[in-house]
Each structure stands twice: as C-alpha cells, then as structure tokens.
C-alpha cells in the first residue's frame, strides 16, 4: 500500500491528537517508526521489566482512521465529514431482520433521529440514530461485524 | 486435545497482562476487552487484539457480562478469563458464558453462588467439619442484642454478600450494634444486592491465613500451600507472604488439610483461595470465607511452589488432570509481595491517579515485578490505584525483606503520590521483621 503525503500527515496528526508518545507500523515493504516529544523513553526511565520492555511498545495503531483515542461523538473532521459512531459494543446489523432492505444505503439522507442501524448485545437489539442531519457517504463495518464503542459506523456529508 | 486456543481477557491492569503473557507462553491467542480508558494499555498492545467494550467506568464496561460474552464471541474466542475483581466472582458471567459455549476460567456458577453467599459458605465449612467463628445470621427484627450477647463484644457485623474485607463493621458494645445494623443493612443491599447480614466473632490479635488449592474436573485437589496477609489496612491486604513466618508445622498441616477437605466437600474446581483467621493468643483457627479467583498475592505462592498458577487455571478449565498429586508440591525460600499503589497516605490514603513521568522498578535478581504501568503511562481515575506488586523470592525470610527494601529504595516514581515510605517503614519495623504480626498492627504501630 503506498502512503501518501496525506496520509503520512493524516498520521501525524492522529498521534498528536491521541496520548501515544510513540507508534511503530510494520507492513510488507513500509516500516513508520514515529516518537513523541524528542525524550528517549529508555533513557527516561521505563522499568526494566519483561512486561515493559521497548520493543513491545505500541504494536497497535490505533483502531480506524478517526484515531481511537477521542471520545465516540458525531463529529466532523478535517475532510469534511461528520461520523457516526457506536455506543455500545456488539454485532452491527444494516437490516432490521435478514432479508430485508438496510435502514440507510450510501446517499441516503438522515435526519438526527433517523436509525441508522441495530447493534445486537445478546440478543438485545438497540437502534441507533444518526445524530446528525446529512447524506451517508461511506458505510464502514460489514454487516454482522462486530463493532467496539466509539467504533466509526458511518461518515455522513453534513447538511 | 486442547479446546482452548484464544482466551478473552475481561480485565485491566497488571492481572489482564499478566495472563496475556501466561496465554502467549501457552501458544494462545488473546482479545483484551478494554473500556475507553485502557485501550492504549500494555494489555491491550501485547494482546493479539484488543475491543473496546465500553466507556470507562467499569459499571459501562468491566462490569458488564453482557458486552464480555459479546466480545468474546465477536472475536471467536473459546474462554474467558476474568482476573480478579470486577466480574471475576460473578455466577451471571459463568452462567452466560457456558450457555453460549464458552469456557469460563474459574469454577463453575453454582460453585461461584456458594462461594459469594457466607452464610452458605460458613455453613458449608461447619458440615465439613472445618471450624467456623461463633457467629448468627441477624434478620430484621431478631434480637441482635441476645445474639451478640452470647458471641461476646466487640463483634464483627458482616454482609453475606460481602467477602474480601468488604462489608464489614465492628461493634465494641449493645449500644453500638443498634445505631449500625440498619445503616449496614442498607448498604449491603446497596452495594452487594443482597441485605442479609450476621455477627461474627471478632478476634481481637488474629492472623490472616490462606491456604491456595487447585482442583481438577477430574475429582483431585491438592493444596499449594498458605499465604500470610496479616498486614492490613481496613481489610485490605498490603504486604502478603509465603510460608506463614512462625507457623508451628501442626497448625500449617491441620490449616491446608482442613482446605482441601472443604474444597473436596463443595466440589470445588478450578484454583481457589480458602481464608482462615488465626487466633495468635490460643492458636485456634477458623474458617472465614473461600474465593473463587486468582488471587492479588498469587506470585508469592508462584514463587515458593515454582509453578505458574494461572496457565495452572487454564490447564485446569481445558478439562486436563492436574498432572501432578500433593506429593509433587514441594516449597523452596521465602516470598514477599508488597502491592505499590497510587495513593496519598498522608491525605487518608486518597487514590492518587495522573500520569508517571518517571517509573523505574530496579532489575534485581531475587525480585519479580508485575506492572503494568512504565513512564508516560496514566493512571485513570477510575478504578483501583493497584500499580505494581513487587515480589522477593530469596532463601530467608530475612533476607526476602532486604531485597523488596532495596527494590522499594531505588525504585524511581514521579508523577503521582504512592505508599512507597509506608510499605518501607513496615518491611524496616523491627515488629515486621521478628515475624507475624496480627491484622490490627499496620493501623496500630504505623498508619
């Protein structure tokens, strides 16, 4: 996958908005090793421990481009658009049974109170509403995935 | 043929890396379930994966059996392990989880019942044959007074859903257990749902023994030997140790034999704890409660048998014998763990959260620090201030000390307020040092 300038500075932007001070991405034929704050954290004092150890720092970047570290809230972002997000962990389901047609399609448009999907915690099915009025632009996870809270749903073109 | 091969880690904290780590010695795979709070925690990295179940507090999330089981069936996983605290005593997750077909790491829910009902469990350990304090379940409207009258002042007032120093009050006459039993009884339903409450003979200098056994779905306990946790604070363990230092060996033998004839009587499975005060006055023991979770303290009982309890609990839950009978559990040295907490002993040891700055616990040979924390990291305010136990394994008990003191000295924390100078001046007190001292001396000689 190649980067671009944008998407390097789409990084950057994210661990300086998170409470990482240090990120490592290795993939087949790019390796992005990025610090925070100039300060050696061996130097400054990690403890000399198996379960601290430098190496094993940061393995995981954060979960989804919206940078995990931010609070789950409809929002817009530097591209213009707004997301929705989970509140709750569960099984993201487009439909309200299957079969049926999905709740929004991109270039849907929906109001605040407009559900957007259903999020199955055992067995308890919870609606969610968009919370922002606008056109879905992009749905994120497949049907029938499992969504963390806070996860990105949709990201909508406000109105 | 092993059916466990990812585990679901439904914890936080220095416990949810610490069974990451014994998982991946084991070849297993791991989700850590995180609340908001931990996602950028060292469990969560070192995991194979991590999900954020819920918001950070643990009532939204930790505390959720409902989103854990989720979780854990969203990410395929075939167990959970649910470390200490949070929903790690709880019969619903047990249940849910083996209705769903997972394996729960722990005993099972009708054991997990028993465990968290005192009364029961006290009437259990009498059936047994194990001895149990004087004691009487007090209902409303039952002559608290007569009962106390015959167990003898002060007595203890607990809470059948209590357990782990929790729920507890001391009345020193009459007078006082009238003007507490209502205000206990509210607060046992409050914060345990359930109000029952009954007296219990207060031990005036007692020692905090436990004795860790394993049981096997196979019909095999063993006992690993006990623990001494006698340094408290509110109930609260600060300094834990194994052996119990100035144990005479009959006493050691009838404590660990009357566990494992409890464990046997309940068909107990998996790893547990059986508590037992010691009264150091007349050397007569008392059965107090049995938990039915790794323990905080379980390293120095680790470091003593040189065996790793909580692969031992995932053997255990896989349905494999134990693999090794009471004969094959010999001890070696001592073994002392102090728990390092993120708290203000000088403000009433008021919970200290923030962000290290500096944290550094110094490589030593004869010591086995468990953390999860190094610089940088922050300590939410939302959960327990635990922020690393330190362990000293060395031949003596004396020597043991000597080397969580020079740990305890050279160890580089700034950021936060911790019991660094308590858990110093305990290990240096010279009523520390000559060997037990009762439940009530930390609050008496130091705090």
């Known amino acids: ?159 | 043929v092993n059916r466990i091969k990812r585990v679901f880690v439904a914890n936080r904290g220095e416990i949810a890396l610490r069974i990451v780590t014994a998982c991946q010695e084991l070849g297993l795979e791991t989700v850590v379930g995180t609340s908001e709070a931990d996602r950028d925690g060292l469990a969560a990295r070192r995991a194979d994966r991590a999900v954020c179940i819920g918001p950070a507090p643990a009532g939204e999330s930790y505390l959720r059996d409902d989103l854990v089981v989720q979780a854990a069936l969203g990410t395929e996983c075939d167990a959970i392990h649910p470390g200490y605290g949070f929903l790690s005593e709880s019969p619903k997750l047990a249940a849910r989880a083996e209705e769903n077909g997972l394996i729960f790491i722990g005993p099972p829910p009708e054991v997990i019942e028993l465990s968290g009902d005192k009364l029961r469990a006290r009437d259990e350990a009498a059936r047994a044959g194990v001895p149990i304090l004087p004691g009487k379940e007090i209902a409303p409207g039952d002559d608290a007074r007569q009962a106390a009258d015959e167990i003898g002042y002060p007595v203890l007032v607990k809470a059948a859903g209590g357990g782990g120093g929790r729920g507890i009050k001391l009345a020193k006459d009459g007078d006082e257990l009238d003007s507490l039993l209502s205000l206990a009884r509210s607060e046992a339903g409050a914060a345990f749902g359930d109000e029952r409450l009954y007296l219990e003979r207060f031990v005036a200098n007692a020692r905090h023994l436990e004795v860790q056994i394993a049981a096997d779905e196979h019909g095999a306990v063993v006992h690993l030997g006990e623990r001494d946790c006698s340094v408290q604070r509110r109930y609260q363990k600060v300094i834990e140790e194994a052996p119990a230092p100035n144990l005479d060996p009959g006493t050691r033998n009838a404590l660990t034999a009357e566990a494992v004839a409890f464990a046997t009587a309940i068909v107990y499975r998996n790893l547990g704890t059986v508590e037992f005060v010691l009264d150091a006055d007349t050397a007569e023991y008392f059965f107090l409660e049995i938990n039915c979770r790794i323990q905080v303290e379980h390293p120095v009982t680790e470091a003593v048998t040189g065996r790793d309890l909580v692969k031992l609990q995932i053997h255990i839950a896989d349905g494999h014998p134990l693999g090794f009978s009471q004969n094959d559990v010999t001890f070696d040295g001592h073994a002392i763990e102090c728990r390092l907490n993120a708290e203000d002993v000088a403000r009433g040891f008021m919970p200290s959260p923030g962000t290290l700055s500096l944290f550094s616990v110094p490589d030593l040979r004869q010591l086995r620090v468990d953390t999860h924390l190094c610089a940088g990291a922050t300590i939410p305010p939302y959960y327990d201030s635990l922020m690393a136990k330190l362990v000293a394994h060395a031949e003596g008990r004396e020597a043991t000390i000597d080397v969580l003191l020079e740990a305890l000295e050279e160890l580089d924390v700034e950021g936060v307020e911790t019991n660094r100078a308590l858990l110093i001046s305990v290990l240096a007190h010279e009523d520390f040092r000559r060997g037990a001292v009762s439940t009530v001396w930390l609050e008496r000689a130091i705090v």
Do not use: W
């Not at chain 1, 994210?14 to 001070?21: F, K, M, R, V």
């Not at chain 1, 991405?25 to 400054?44: C, M, N, P, Q, Y």
């Not at chain 1, 094993?56 to 609070?71: F, K, L, N, Y």
């Open chain 1, 1 to 159: 996958v190649a980067l671009s300038d944008e998407d390097i500075r789409e990084i950057l932007r994210i661990i300086d908005e998170s409470a990482l001070t240090e990120l490592q991405i290795d993939t087949e034929g790019f390796s992005l090793h990025v610090r925070k704050g100039g300060g050696d954290a061996e130097a400054s004092g990690r403890p000399r421990v198996r379960e601290a150890s430098q190496r094993d720092a940061v393995r995981h970047p954060p979960v989804g481009a919206e940078g995990s570290a931010s609070p789950p809230a409809p929002g817009a972002h530097s591209d213009g658009l707004a997301t929705i997000t989970a509140p709750m962990l569960g099984t993201f389901y487009r439909a309200e049974a299957p079969g049926k047609p999905p709740f929004v399609e991109v270039g849907a448009g929906v109001e605040p109170d407009t559900i957007v999907c259903i999020i199955e915690v055992m067995k308890m099915m919870n609606s969610v509403t968009a919370g922002v009025s606008g056109t879905i632009a992009e749905v994120v996870p497949e049907n029938a995935e499992l969504v963390e809270y806070g996860q990105v749903l949709f990201r909508v073109e406000p109105a």
